[in-house]
Structures are given as structure tokens and as C-alpha cells.
């Protein structure tokens, strides 16, 4: 393998890097406690990707108990520079059906008791995640899916959820007069923290189900349902992903949101040169 940077991170299963050739297995300390597995890392079309399951290899860890801070730290100390955050979604919207793909541009936090920043002092910092999602990899994204002959929605708010359980009826049904598009466990905070250390961050949202049934008439979404579409069109995610890879430029120094966390200092007036921020 070669000693090219890692500056692309994909959280992802085994499933998106078992097939590649000369995978090294890299383990991160962190300050925040270990991340969910060792980052696996493989050439992707001439670059080093690192690959990192969010459940770990096993899918022993739910949603509310992934140590998203440790894993986001651990592509940070790698040096990525820009994240892809693949996930399976509810669909909220009777016109995004199970097996269309959709990449989004807004969230909703519906999650509680989280870490959910890494900055706890003593700078103080505001973070403003308005447009969060990277507008070239989201644009990349985008033509990938298509190209791939997959319904792709452009944009969509993801709500997401503190899980491990599903939403009642009435919260699906709130969710959906709200105008949210699809629904999930994991996209925050994990993909926030990405852009708190000023990585670029796109998601790429497959639809396995339409959540407790409600907009479509249909059954309540169970475990067993989101696996089978899941498995079906896991292909089709690994492909889309590895293809946005080889898209990415060649120079990623303009990607994510590093110079604007300069002006995040909520403590201006005792501002020194010197100070380091845990971004540096």
C-alpha cells in the first residue's frame, strides 16, 4: 500500500471494503474512549481510504451507545479531510420509496443525552451547522447515484431519533406533517462533530422502509424489514460509494468548513495568537 495521506473517511461496514485488496488495519487511541472497531484502510482508485463501522464489525453497539466523538476524533488524527456517511433511512414522504437513495442537506435532532460537541472549554465555541452538508460532495454525490440508474433525491431533511426503537405512530405521523423527508439513529451526532473539526461531510441516505406505515398505508417498519432491503441493495450503496471516491479531487485542501471555525470564538475579547483550538 502506499504512504499517500488518508483524507478520505467512510463510515462503513465490512461490506464496503471486504472485496478490496491489501487492507491494513489501523487502531486509534482517543481521548474520548475507543472508537467502535479498528479504521480499516484500503486504495481506493490510487487513494487511502479509511473505513470505520459505526456498530462495529459485530453490530454490537445501537445507535445510542456509538462513541461518535471517538470515531469522528479518529479520522481527524488520520488526517481525512472529507467523510462519507452512508446509512439506511425511513422514508417520511409517500414519494420516496424503499430502494430510491436521497442525500441530505438538513437534520433535525430528536436525539437526547448524546456527547454531542467537542467543545467543552475552556474556549469557548459556537458552531453553526446551517449548511453543514458539503456542497461539492453533495454535488458529487449526487451525479454518482445517477449515474448508477438509482432514483436520487437531491436534498431532504433527515429527523433523527435517539432509537434503539422505532417511532409510534403519532411521531411518524408528526414527523411527516412537519415536512421531513427521512428519518434515522445515527446522522447526528455524527455527522455535526465531523463538521466541528471542520471535515467535509456527505450523506447518502438508502430508504429501506416508510417508518411506522403511516404515509403510505403500510405496516410499521420492523428490524427484519430494514435488513432484507438492506441486503438487497448493498451493492448498489458499495458501488455508489466507491465510485464517489474516485470522483473526489485531487486536492481536498477546499473541502469542509476548517476556515470558518476561525470565527467561532464565543470568548473574542481574551483571544491570544497563541491559543491552540482542537481543531489545530
Not at 449526487?142 to 448508477?148: C, L, M, W
Not at 464517489?244 to 473574542?268: M, Q, V, W, Y
Request: one cysteine or more; hydrophobic letters at 40%; a negative charge.
Amino acid at each position: 500500500m502506499s504512504r499517500e495521506p488518508i483524507e478520505i473517511g467512510v463510515f462503513g461496514g465490512s461490506g464496503f471494503y471486504s472485496l478490496l485488496e491489501n487492507v491494513q488495519e489501523i487502531k486509534v487511541d482517543t481521548p474520548y474512549g475507543p472508537p467502535s472497531d479498528s479504521v480499516m484502510v484500503a486504495e481506493v482508485s490510487g487513494r487511502r481510504v479509511a473505513f470505520l463501522p459505526r456498530h462495529g464489525r459485530s453490530h454490537h453497539l445501537p445507535p445510542h451507545k456509538v462513541n461518535y466523538r471517538a470515531n469522528v476524533w479518529a479520522f481527524h488524527k488520520l488526517g481525512v479531510r472529507a467523510v462519507i456517511s452512508p446509512c439506511a433511512v425511513g422514508s417520511l414522504q409517500r414519494h420516496i420509496e424503499p430502494g430510491h437513495f436521497l442525500v441530505a442537506d438538513q437534520f433535525i435532532d430528536r436525539t437526547s443525552g448524546r456527547a454531542d460537541t467537542f467543545y467543552d472549554g475552556p474556549i469557548t465555541s459556537h458552531i453553526s451547522p446551517a449548511d453543514m452538508y458539503d456542497k461539492t460532495l453533495r454535488a458529487l454525490a449526487i451525479q454518482a447515484i445517477r449515474d448508477h440508474g438509482i432514483v436520487c433525491h437531491e436534498s431532504g431533511t433527515v429527523v433523527v431519533i435517539q432509537g434503539p426503537r422505532f417511532s409510534t405512530k403519532a411521531e411518524s405521523e408528526w414527523f411527516t406533517k412537519m415536512g421531513w423527508h427521512i428519518i434515522n439513529m445515527t446522522q447526528y451526532p455524527e455527522n455535526y462533530l465531523c463538521h466541528e473539526l471542520g471535515m467535509g461531510v456527505v450523506n447518502i441516505s438508502l430508504v429501506t422502509d416508510y417508518d411506522s406505515g403511516v404515509v403510505a398505508e403500510t405496516s410499521a417498519v420492523t428490524a427484519h424489514d430494514v435488513l432484507e432491503v438492506f441486503k438487497s441493495n448493498a451493492e448498489k450503496a458499495r458501488a455508489v460509494v466507491l465510485d464517489l471516491i474516485g470522483r473526489l479531487p485531487a486536492d481536498l485542501s477546499g473541502i469542509g468548513s476548517r476556515e470558518s471555525l476561525a470565527f467561532t470564538r464565543g470568548d473574542g475579547h481574551a483571544a491570544h495568537p497563541a491559543d491552540l483550538r482542537i481543531f489545530d
